[in-house]
């Protein structure tokens, strides 16, 4: 049996699903400034009356590192940066103990200035005097050479306790980017490491000693170990969960959108042939735009909690909650209210929702069910317009080769579909306003938790190789290797998947069954005068995000002895 | 966070999968080290850049411009649709004001390609900038524009195409053509006889570095851009001016390229040649986005740039100087030119030989402009080349006056259809392009 637990804003949920399904689901609530104790709540909850020994697997996603950074909660870190010719790395501060060096590599990864080692020592000095423990490093076109990120770490690594770098986290292209994410894992890395060592110490108490995996934002997961490298990479796997749980019931082609409407907000996916859509970059969160890979979700203000308004444009729904529905002890009307006016959920106290309900009413000179259906609607066609943007917005991505922009066809979703609190309510409406067909996940209410236990481990490696530099260097993988000039595409495609499979089964995945492919593979012949000085090689390999082997969807059930 | 002062727009096309041939210049590497670059500083994700995927121009944007040899598929690839579309979106998201600026970066270039068109010369196949600029007439009514060509060669294209409008200002800065392709571009070119002046050449010594370039923009063509009032400025900003290009002897640097861009406010950027890839475009590239987006490129430099070692000669600072006086001059002075011109006997034809280098292709023409003070005039040209036969292409200005609609339409319905092999008719007061039935076999 697995167990997944997913802890949202408001509820967290998790189940418990075995070869006979799904055995048991519980939903307990959140409470922000004591997770430990809501996860563990979770846990005992779901547990209760189950016989430990049959639980082989743990998997959790957690809003602990998301939470640190909305709520400017980080503790100090050091950083350390070198940016060379291009725009001042001043720009890019991430936080007060941030300090700039001399050294620059160009865009092939050569060097055109050297390390400057004397001001990394006197920014150690500085460090130390602070009391600061933990520390990134990020240097430019470090994923082409990290030579200058590993030195200034070497001159770092004896003076604190663990020293992140930019190289080691993201194979991609982008300075600005790489600065936040190195920031953001050391930053996040001593509560990550006390949090999850808790958990897993007080499972085993319990009797609960079974492997610990992490869900990631990219609708993959990790092992408990591998997270200590790569800790921020547990930000906002939430809207990741809800998709996967969408996944096992998805079509196998065509492209869907799923929509999780909750209480405070709608998170928005599109799925292609059965698979999620990875955003381009990475996840964005609060100030920082980073290269933490992750499914390609929007979130809108709209949700069964949402504040209702009445302007001179008429409704609108959210984009802020106020507390709980009306109905349930609420100060404002919301689309719960309105629904449990419609009759179409039972609610806690249906007069106090009526009553919300007939101010609106009352100023829009509507009856109350008229108001109540306007509500409805309102809210319907605020999720359908942000979906359409999310589309356009998929649509309009760039490409960068003749062949992809001529053959690219564009994005339409035929399928709808819904989970979350309201998603057969919703379900019915969108029916009527969506171009296809639209359908409620089953067990809609925690699927975001089946998501989350049914996860395979995901990894994507990239591997650059320059002949003529006579290199190679997959930089995530701390991958670096001399090679002859007869390299080829084809080398770098094997190198590539060799590298993927040893890094997710270091990360928890099957050694048997791992599905891999290359999504980018580029060679451009270099030349210089009239003569090819060499090729330089570009290949993108990845697990893409999917169901663990053996779960089958029809059924709803694991068929997995090891499980 | 890092803002855009200026809100701008960027197309960014490199054709990772199209080259001219192998090893030729313009090669699917050319944009690699830019993409890196840009990608690595972060270009696009600053708040107030806006990255756009380029449209494809349709056959209907290029007639507006070109007459194609025998048809627009014969001389195109999907790559000139997409560079050409690349300069388009662009253009639009100016024009519906969703950005103040904006770059097309985007290959291949098009600069030399001539109104009519049997190929490729100097790596272009058709005029991308006013591909753009007549779309943006069509649809927008955008009047008077002036194009600055700043690519190190002369925009000999560009200067074809619109040598006989007025409400075109097109100048091009670049390498003298005594000492690099395509061998054009002098001070006595200033367009024909119902545009003289418009057209202004600005041929610069080889070796010129940062300060004569920028002493051509501040002292020449900003006063020129300033009396001249355009709607819209175009920059036809070729990079082949970089102290490390490979095809050409200027020393122009990255942050010179930066200062340019301030100076000159262009609303379009179109990028035109440039081949030193690993030491100039990634660098002049950046330099140019933060310019245009109102960005500090202060700490912007090659790795290798010595100001010292590229600084101009005196003589060449004078030599400028005394360029800037005759340009001055010229425009000043563009009426009584234009009378100058006009008495000249048979001042309305140019007979030409024109060589296409890329495809080795010979054309000759024989042109023939109504001269006419109440517009653009008619225009008639007689196109032959070896590899594609005879034409006769005729052009109705968009703001033909009725004697030269009636002249045109005499021109194409009265040609003699045993001499060529196609006849056809921009009609561009219609939007029309017109395809008359030929009697010579294909
Ligand atoms: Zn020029
Ligand atoms: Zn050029
Ligand atoms: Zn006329």
């Known amino acids: ?563 | 966070m890092l803002r855009a002062k200026n809100k701008t727009g960027l197309v960014f096309f490199p054709a990772f999968d199209w080259a001219i041939s192998p090893t030729h210049p313009e090669r699917e590497e050319r944009l690699l080290y830019t993409q890196d670059q840009v990608f690595e500083e972060g270009l696009l994700d600053i708040e107030g850049i806006v990255e756009y995927k380029p449209d494809l121009v349709t056959v209907k944007d290029v007639q507006r411009v070109h007459f194609c040899v025998p048809d627009p598929w014969a001389v195109m690839t999907e790559s000139h649709f997409i560079s050409a579309g690349g300069a388009k979106t662009i253009g639009m998201a100016v024009m519906d004001k969703k950005v103040d600026r904006g770059f097309a970066l985007v290959r291949p270039p098009g600069h030399h390609a001539n109104r009519v068109v049997h190929g490729a010369r100097g790596f272009c196949n058709v005029n991308i900038e006013a591909i753009m600029v007549e779309y943006l007439r069509r649809a927008y009514g955008v009047d008077r524009v002036a194009i600055v060509d700043t690519d190190c060669h002369h925009g000999d294209g560009t200067q074809d195409i619109y040598w006989h409008d007025p409400d075109t200002l097109f100048i091009s800065i670049h390498q003298d053509g005594r000492t690099l392709y395509p061998g054009s571009g002098f001070l006595n070119e200033m367009g024909g006889p119902n545009a003289v002046g418009t057209t202004i050449n600005i041929p610069l010594p080889p070796h010129t570095s940062d300060e004569g370039f920028l002493y051509a923009i501040k002292e020449m063509v900003l006063p020129i851009l300033a009396d001249f009032k355009p709607e819209l400025i175009i920059n036809s900003a070729g990079q082949d001016n970089h102290y490390s290009d490979p095809i050409t002897n200027m020393n122009f640097s990255a942050r010179g390229y930066a200062q340019l861009t301030d100076l000159l406010q262009a609303d379009i950027a179109v990028l035109e040649g440039g081949y030193s890839i690993e030491g100039a475009l990634p660098y002049v590239n950046t330099g140019i986005i933060l310019a245009m987006a109102g960005l500090d490129y202060n700490h912007l430099s090659e790795p290798d740039y010595d100001p010292e070692r590229y600084r101009q000669s005196p003589a060449t600072t004078r030599y400028i100087e005394q360029t800037g006086v005759k340009v001055l001059k010229n425009w000043r002075q563009r009426k009584a030119l234009t009378e100058a011109v006009r008495v000249q006997p048979d001042c309305g034809q140019r007979s030409r030989r024109i060589f296409y280098d890329t495809d080795s292709i010979y054309e000759t023409q024989l042109e023939n402009i109504r001269i006419c003070d109440d517009c653009a005039g008619a225009l008639r040209i007689e196109s032959t080349s070896d590899k594609r036969g005879s034409i006769l292409a005729v052009h109705l200005p968009r703001k033909a006056c009725p004697a030269c609609k009636a002249q045109a339409y005499q021109w194409y319905e009265t040609a003699p259809a045993e001499r060529f092999n196609h006849i056809f008719l921009q009609d561009r007061l219609d939007d029309a392009y017109h395809i008359r039935k030929s009697r010579v076999p294909r």
């Open chain 1, 1 to 563: 049996m697995i167990i997944g637990l997913d802890v949202g804003g408001t509820h967290t949920d998790a189940v418990l699903i075995s070869q006979n399904g799904l055995e048991k689901e519980v939903k307990v609530p959140t409470d922000e400034s004591r997770l430990f104790e809501t996860v563990l709540a979770g846990i005992e909850a779901l547990t209760d009356g189950v016989d430990l020994k049959d639980i082989r697997r743990v998997v959790l996603s957690t809003t602990l590192a998301a939470n640190l950074i909305v709520q400017n909660k980080l503790p100090p870190v050091g950083m350390v940066v070198a940016g060379g010719p291009g725009i001042d790395p001043e720009l890019f501060r991430t936080n007060p103990h941030y300090f700039i060096v001399k050294g620059a590599l160009d865009h092939r990864g050569r060097e055109i200035a050297p390390l400057d080692e004397g001001a990394v020592e006197a920014a150690v000095k500085a460090l130390k005097k602070t009391g600061i423990r933990y520390a990134g490093v990020a240097t430019k076109f470090s994923v082409h050479n990290p030579v200058h990120e590993r030195r200034i770490a070497e001159i770092m690594a004896p003076h604190f306790e663990r020293v992140f770098l930019g190289h080691q986290l993201s194979g991609s292209l982008n300075f600005p980017r790489r600065v936040a994410t190195v920031y953001l894992n050391a930053a996040v890395y001593p509560i990550h490491k006390q949090f999850f060592e808790a958990v897993k110490q007080s499972l085993a108490s319990k009797g609960l000693d079974v492997p610990l995996r992490i869900l990631k934002p990219d609708g993959g997961n990790m092992s408990f170990d591998s997270s200590f490298d790569d800790p921020a990479r547990t930000i906002l796997s939430g809207p990741s969960a809800s998709v996967m749980g969408a996944l096992a019931y998805a079509p196998k082609s065509g492209a869907t959108l799923v929509l999780d409407i909750g209480g405070t907000t709608t998170d928005m996916a599109v799925l292609i042939d059965g698979v999620p859509l990875l955003a381009p970059l990475g996840i964005e969160i609060g100030p920082y735009k980073t290269l933490i890979r992750a499914l390609q979700t929007q979130s809108i203000g709209v949700g069964g909690d949402s504040v209702v308004r009445l302007t001179d444009n008429g409704l609108t729904i959210g984009p802020d909650r106020m507390g709980r529905a009306m109905t349930y002890g609420g100060p404002v009307p919301t689309p719960t209210d309105a629904f449990c006016v419609l009759g179409l959920v039972n609610g806690g106290d249906h007069a106090r929702a009526e009553e919300g309900m007939q101010i609106l009413a009352h100023k829009m000179g509507r009856t109350l069910e008229e108001t109540a259906l306007s509500i409805f609607d309102q809210a319907c066609r605020q999720i359908m317009a942000a979906a359409r943007e999310m589309i356009d917005n998929i649509n309009s991505k760039p490409v960068y080769t003749v062949h992809e922009l001529w053959e690219g066809s564009e994005i339409k979703p035929r399928h709808l579909m819904v989970l979350g609190g309201p998603a057969p309510q919703f379900a019915d409406r969108l029916k009527e306003m969506f171009d296809g067909n639209v359908s409620v996940v089953p067990h809609w209410q925690v699927a975001n938790a089946t998501g989350c236990a049914l996860a395979r481990t995901t990894s994507e490696v990239l591997l650059f190789a320059d002949t003529a530099r006579q290199v190679a260097v997959a930089a995530g993988e701390q991958f670096h290797k001399e090679i002859t000039h007869t390299f080829t595409l084809d080398d770098a495609r094997d190198l590539a998947l060799q590298l993927l499979r040893d890094k997710a089964v270091k990360r928890g995945a099957n050694p048997e069954h791992i599905e891999m492919e290359v999504i980018e593979a580029y060679q451009f012949n270099m030349i210089r005068g009239f003569h090819t000085i060499g090729k330089n090689i570009r290949v993108r390999a990845q697990i893409k995000p999917g169901l663990i082997r053996g779960y089958d969807p029809i059924a709803g059930k694991l068929r997995r002895e090891d499980l």
